[in-house]
């Protein structure tokens, strides 16, 4: 079993930044892509971002291209979402997630296999 914690979640005014980081542990973590996924009230779940095993097939949604950079350390088993620019439309419970490399290979982010407890992001005025 992989298990995944999210941190770093919290709330931020318009144009603020903050950084999400998502420790792993269990399997060896360093076979997995790690995606970022968010979720609003009332919303489906959306892929943000995601970074295969080596960090070699980085992608990310439409939505947060520009804004958002994602990164690894795989010495540290931690992987790394920088958020800046925030908006208000951001806020959403923020998700790591784990799955094979295949899932991010460049095309989308869908769903992954393991899943953290998620952390609040808040954008406000």
């Known amino acids: 079993q992989l298990q995944l914690v999210e941190s770093g979640g919290g709330s931020v005014q318009i144009g603020g930044s903050l950084r999400l980081s998502c420790a792993a542990s269990?399997?060896?973590?360093?076979?997995?892509?790690i995606g970022w996924f968010r979720q609003a009230p009332g919303e489906e779940r959306e892929g943000v971002s995601c970074?295969?095993?080596?960090?070699?097939?980085?992608d990310y949604a439409d939505s947060v291209k520009g804004r958002f950079t994602i990164s690894r350390d795989n010495a540290k088993r931690t992987v790394y979402l920088q958020m800046s620019s925030l908006k208000p439309e951001d806020t959403a419970v923020y998700y790591c997630s784990a799955g094979p490399d295949y899932k991010c290979s460049g095309y989308g982010i869908p769903l992954m296999d393991y899943w953290g407890q998620g952390t609040q992001v808040t954008v406000s005025s």
């Open positions: 970074i295969s095993s080596s960090g070699s097939t980085i």
């Open positions: 269990g399997l060896i973590p360093d076979y997995y892509a």
